[in-house]
Nanobody, 115 residues
Framework: QVQLVESGGGLVQPGGSLRLSCVTS????????MGWYRQAPGKQRELVAR???????NYADSVRGRFTISRDNAKNMIFLQMNSLKPEDTALYYC?????????WGQGTHVTVSS
């Protein structure tokens, strides 16, 4: 069973930055488009960024220009650099394949943006 482990979340002030990391045990990682998802309290989980195996990225309108997704195929990892954070970015962030999440969800990593 593929495992997904997210890390890097925390409490940050508005305008601040965080870098999230995700490592997967999937040994065919390089074949998959990967994505970062988030779920805010009381809301549905949404896909905010994705990156193909050839490093083409795509972003939700709400984060475009502020977030950058990247991947390290040698380490089976993806990253999310989040800049200019806003209170509405507060959520539990997850990684999975994209746009369809084919693996069981990990525990996620909490991001709280508050002064």
């Amino acid at each position: 069973q593929v495992q997904l482990v997210e890390s890097g979340g925390g409490l940050v002030q508005p305008g601040g930055s965080l870098r999230l990391s995700c490592v997967t045990s999937e040994n065919q990682f390089t074949k998959y488009t990967m994505g970062w998802y988030r779920q805010a309290p009381g809301k549905q989980r949404e896909l905010v960024a994705r990156i193909t195996s050839s490093y083409i990225s795509n972003y939700a309108d709400s984060v475009r220009g502020r977030f950058t997704i990247s991947r390290d195929n040698a380490k089976n990892m993806i990253f999310l650099q989040m800049n200019s954070l806003k209170p509405e970015d507060t959520a539990l962030y997850y990684c999975n394949s994209a746009p369809a999440a084919v693996w069981s969800w990990g525990q996620g990593t909490h991001v709280t943006v508050s002064s």
